[in-house]
């Protein structure tokens, strides 16, 4: 592979803005629709903190990662990201029931999506599921796509205003004619769940201070490596990518975690020379099968991000999701690796509930 190579950033992680989805031309009406959704129980022990907020080990927890691959071309064990979000989700249902028998209070998401894309829909779709699996109420808005920015906003501020509501999600992208980031600051900080607010990201940003939130697909990153024991302080880390969703605050969580972090991005010469200096990768730019098995440190643990959509005649799909390393190939050179599909995934809708859950107990101070 050439050392000249481009690539582009992608500026998220879902699905959302990869699949090549048809949009309908039918609008949504724009009621708002109440759940109040309790899910089985499962009790687990649960541990929490600002930034490490499920970092806890059980009997299930898997077992440390170990970055040796000088005996032979073992295959890379692999990072269960639907396993671990299943044991998050579990976590939270003992503590959702914990709170509810305690002070009568259940976790609340609202969650708003403007327009008919299917692929946006069956997001939020997944997302109720996932607050009906844990116990947590769900809120939605739906409205049509040519609302005005001022509708959207609207909603948001009755959502900032609902002591039942604790979390505010608005589904991306936006219709193009809405401005993101004013819609975006819209949300309350103490309810900005997906800890996209500027505020939210200046304190990631800042040592000795905070954030609320944190984005749910870079902490859900940081969990599967402390959910594998994977060592992240003194560690050379790479993230390839610099989105704002994505790229950068995986970049500050790193940092945070006292790795030594370099971001590859579309300007970056000669990438691949930076990316095997990594003793652990982060990628999320939206490139299929970009990163070679040849990139790679030996040993290194990789955490896939992307999830793009490739022609397959053989799938009935007509197209299969691949990640932005080329998985066959690290499976030979890294100690660990995340599938695609089935790694970072699940844990961005598991971290939105362990945020929601946050939100909650820090409203009502209830630990």
Not at 108 to 116: K, P, T, W
Not at 269 to 284: L, V
Not at 325 to 349: D, K, L, Q, R
């Amino acid at each position: 592979m050439s050392s000249s190579l481009i690539f582009t950033d992608s500026s998220t992680s879902t699905t959302s803005r990869l699949l090549p989805f048809a949009r309908t031309t039918n609008p949504f009406n724009a009621p708002v629709f109440f759940r109040r959704l309790v899910g089985p129980l499962h009790m687990r022990p649960f541990a929490s903190s600002s930034l490490r907020t499920l970092s806890i080990r059980s009997s299930n927890t898997p077992s440390p990662v170990i970055n040796d691959k000088s005996g032979g071309e073992a295959s890379a064990k692999v990072i269960d990201g639907k396993m671990v979000a299943k044991q998050i989700r579990d976590e939270i249902t003992a503590e959702v029931l914990k709170m509810k028998e305690a002070i009568g209070v259940i976790p609340g998401l609202a969650v708003i999506l403007v327009g008919d894309r299917k692929d946006s829909a069956t997001y939020v779709r997944n997302k109720k599921k996932a607050c009906e699996s844990v116990g947590i109420n769900s809120f939605e808005v739906r409205l049509p796509e040519d609302s005005t920015e001022q509708e959207v906003i609207r909603f948001i501020s009755e959502f900032n205003n609902d002591p039942s509501v604790h979390g505010i999600l608005v589904q991306l992208p936006l219709p193009s004619h809405m401005n993101e980031q004013n819609v975006l600051n819209a949300v309350n900080i103490e309810k900005d769940v997906d800890g996209f607010h500027p505020l939210n990201i200046g304190r990631l940003a800042m040592r000795g201070r905070d954030p609320l939130f944190v984005p749910c697909t870079p902490k859900g990153c940081i969990e599967l490596l402390h959910r594998y024991g994977v060592e992240i302080k003194g560690k050379r880390a790479v993230v390839i990518g610099r989105s704002n969703i994505v790229g950068m605050p995986a970049a500050l969580l790193l940092q945070r975690e006292d790795a030594t972090v370099s971001i590859v991005h579309s300007r970056t010469k000669n990438p691949e020379e930076i990316i095997k200096q990594a003793d652990i990768i982060i990628s999320a730019v939206g490139q299929p099968n970009m990163v070679r098995g040849s990139w790679l440190k030996p040993g290194a643990v990789v955490i896939d991000v992307g999830i793009n959509p490739v022609e397959d005649a053989k799938s009935p799909r007509g197209y299969k999701l691949v990640g932005d390393v080329c998985y066959e190939e690290a499976c030979n050179v890294a100690s660990a690796v995340t599938p695609v599909p089935g790694g970072v995934g699940p844990m961005t809708i598991a971290m939105l509930l362990s945020n929601t859950l946050s939100s909650a107990k820090k409203t009502h101070n209830f630990q």
